[in-house]
């Protein structure tokens, strides 16, 4: 589980294909000293398993449906991704609940010193409330406002200086995550009859 609180803006040092998936290396030198093989990072929104790491680099294997599913394709060496490790029991939880699980890849339709907007499906801006939560390329965001597919959200100066999404652009692609708990309580409420006792 993370946070969407970024820790460390990192740099693909390496991509080799590898059985259809990517063998995927960040450096990320903070991350990187208190990383284990088996654990969990959040590289840019995605849960990924660290698999080895040295000199200040994680090397992550990257399957085919998480490429599919998020904009981790696109990166080339030499790309910024947003790093967080894995929150620890005791630590705080600053941002929201992020599980790594990416909904949807989003494209931005407007990047401004406001913040941005980001078209995204039906089936993400369902679980979208102004106010909300939402996680775009890893970072637990606001909510500022929604359009009939779209949304936004501001950008204060911390956040663009430590993140990637002070660089993005219209038409970049980004990973969106929905708040969890949203999805719960869809779940929960489907199946949901008052008049049952």
Request: aromatic share 2%; glycine share 14%; proline share 5%.
């Amino acid at each position: 589980m993370f946070t969407g609180i970024v820790r460390e803006l990192g740099t693909v040092d390496a991509l080799r294909e590898e059985g259809g998936g990517v063998r995927l290396s960040v450096r990320a030198p903070e991350t990187a000293e208190g990383v284990a093989v088996g654990d969990s990072v959040s590289v840019s929104g995605v849960c990924l398993t660290a698999i080895g790491s040295a000199d200040g680099s994680i090397d992550f294997d990257v399957v085919p449906e998480t490429l599919r599913r998020s904009s981790l394709g696109r990166l080339k060496p030499g790309s910024a991704v947003n790093v967080e490790p894995a929150l620890r029991a005791g630590e705080p939880l600053g941002g929201h609940v992020v599980q790594g699980h990416v909904d949807t890849v989003g494209r931005v339709r407007r990047a401004d010193e406001e913040g941005l907007e980001i078209e995204a499906p039906a089936a993400v801006l369902r679980y979208c409330v102004e106010k909300g939560s939402i996680t775009v390329e890893g970072v637990s965001l606001t909510i500022a406002r929604l359009g009939e597919d779209w949304l936004g959200v501001a950008l204060v100066p911390h956040t663009r200086a430590v993140t990637t999404l002070g660089a993005v652009s219209p038409g970049d692609e980004v990973n969106l995550e929905v708040d969890v708990i949203a999805k719960h309580v869809e779940r929960l409420l489907a199946g949901y009859d008052p008049g049952r006792t």
